[in-house]
């Protein structure tokens, strides 16, 4: 099992130290667990679990200035990143749970596989264009590390030199389906520069897993 501590933690800089802890970020997603069961949510919501000190670790490394991009499963993201726990909530009861976003801090995230990339592809060159120094955070799933986007985004950044770094969080779940399974059980052969993580993932594909799931 690879981890932040045993791949890439030695190349990068400490920005600083979070003060949520893995018990802060469960009782939040519990919180929304309660709110989504008694139905007061107009949406889906895809809630985390199982991943809380693979992320915390992980964050020490992302500048408060940083962009960070992630899928419909962010409610970690968007808080370790510095969302206010209140305006987070809102915006999930909203039923905005899929697409959370915040300007300051810069965070966008969207409910289609592999959208996050192209755009954060394009932050990243913005960032070198603008001879900015801070980097563009892409959090994805072992679903979509195995689609085409990812591979030509990759070489991309990786040929003009672009500060984007992804993140593949590697439940084994493409939605509903396990990933080794769809991808006939071939070994996922991860870039040396890309963060990695395993975990088991607490809850279903969205929702708490009370109501049937079609």
């Given at each position: ?14 920005h600083?130290d979070?003060s ?16 989504y ?26 500048h ?13 993201h ?18 905005k ?109 969205h929702?708490?897993?009370n109501?049937?799931?079609?």
């Amino acid at each position: 099992r690879k981890t932040l501590r045993d791949n890439m933690k030695p190349k990068l800089k400490k920005h600083k130290d979070i003060s949520l802890t893995a018990e802060d970020l469960i009782t939040f997603e519990e919180d929304i667990k309660t709110i989504y069961e008694a139905g007061t949510i107009p949406g889906p919501v895809h809630l985390s679990g199982g991943n809380e000190q693979p992320l915390i670790d992980i964050f020490q490394h992302v500048h408060p200035d940083d962009w960070v991009f992630s899928s419909w499963r962010n409610h970690y993201h968007a808080l370790l990143h510095g969302v206010e726990s209140e305006f987070l909530k809102d915006l999930i009861v909203r039923g905005k749970s899929m697409s959370v976003y915040s300007k300051q801090p810069k965070l966008y995230t969207s409910s289609i596989v592999g959208g996050i990339i192209p755009i954060a592809l394009g932050t990243a060159m913005a960032q070198k264009l603008k001879g900015s120094e801070r980097k563009t955070w892409c959090f994805i799933g072992d679903m979509t590390f195995e689609s085409g986007i990812f591979y030509e985004a990759y070489k991309y950044a990786k040929n003009f030199n672009l500060p984007l770094q992804f993140v593949v969080e590697d439940n084994n779940m493409s939605t509903n389906t396990p990933t080794d399974k769809t991808w006939g059980g071939v070994k996922r052969d991860i870039p040396k520069d890309v963060l990695y993580y395993k975990y088991e993932r607490v809850f279903p594909h969205h929702g708490t897993g009370n109501w049937v799931l079609f």
